[in-house]
T-cell receptor, first 114, second 114 residues
Framework: DADVTQTPRNRITKTGKRIMLECSQTKGHDRMYWYRQDPGLGLRLIYY???????NKGEISDGYSVSRQAQAKFSLSLESAIPNQTALYFC?????????????FGEGSRLTVL | DQQVKQNSPSLSVQEGRISILNCDYTNSMFDYFLWYKKYPAEGPTFLISISSIKDKNEDGRFTVFLNKSAKHLSLHIVPSQPGDSAVYFCAASAERRTGNQFYFGTGTSLTVIP
């Protein structure tokens, strides 16, 4: 089983619909992140959370919200989806400390907004 | 504004030769740098990292070089193998200030030709 699991893996929806992408992890890490990948733009940070009570905006948080339901669960919501939110979304986790700071990614959730 | 830049979208190399992937950054507060590798339909996976107190870090066939004065890092793969064909992202963090908030480049697609 994957250490970082994202659901759904693929979703097609219509403009204006509410969408939730879910992420769960078994690595025991406190830090969780949501990124989106777009062609030519690389990975951009949407939101991150350093523990259950800590939520922070990333580079591109407009149009998104998150919920950290537990240490192991971090969900991303699009309250009213729009076509330019069509992208590949990745959840990631990391541990504390400088040298231990690498990210562990899920397999991605491909979202298409029509 | 892109703080981490990978100016070569793609690179092709013959099997057995050296692959050199480059990355530039603009934020002098970055003190921890990582390379990730991504295969299609998978999440990025951590490859190698370097702290700003070092100028070189090796792990098997992979070596990362950091030139702080030029704000430049590079990943060398020697010898290149067909299985190395993937998209490579560099990432940077100002760990001591923001704590594991990573900024990613746009990626370089490496093709190793058998």
């Amino acid at each position: 089983d994957a250490d970082v699991t994202q659901t759904p893996r693929n979703r097609i929806t219509k403009t204006g619909k509410r969408i939730m992408l879910e992420c769960s992890q078994t690595k025991g890490h406190d830090r969780m992140y949501w990124y989106r990948q777009d062609p030519g733009l690389g990975l951009r940070l949407i939101y991150y959370s350093f523990d259950v009570k800590d939520i922070n905006k990333g580079e591109i948080s407009d149009g998104y919200s998150v919920s950290r339901q537990a240490q192991a669960k971090f969900s991303l919501s699009l309250e009213s989806a729009i076509p330019n939110q069509t992208a590949l979304y990745f959840c990631a986790t990391s541990d504390w400390g400088v040298e231990a700071g690498e990210l562990f990614f899920g397999e991605g959730s491909r979202l298409t907004v029509l | 504004d892109q703080q981490v830049k990978q100016n070569s979208p793609s690179l092709s190399v013959q099997e057995g030769r050296i692959s050199i992937l480059n990355c530039d950054y603009t934020n002098s507060m970055f003190d921890y740098f990582l390379w990730y590798k991504k295969y299609p339909a998978e999440g990025p996976t951590f490859l190698i990292s370097i702290s700003s107190i070092k100028d070189k870090n090796e792990d098997g066939r992979f070596t990362v070089f950091l030139n702080k004065s030029a704000k430049h890092l590079s990943l060398h793969i020697v010898p290149s193998q067909p299985g190395d064909s993937a998209v490579y992202f560099c990432a940077a963090s100002a760990e001591r200030r923001t704590g594991n908030q990573f900024y990613f480049g746009t990626g370089t697609s490496l093709t190793v030709i058998p």
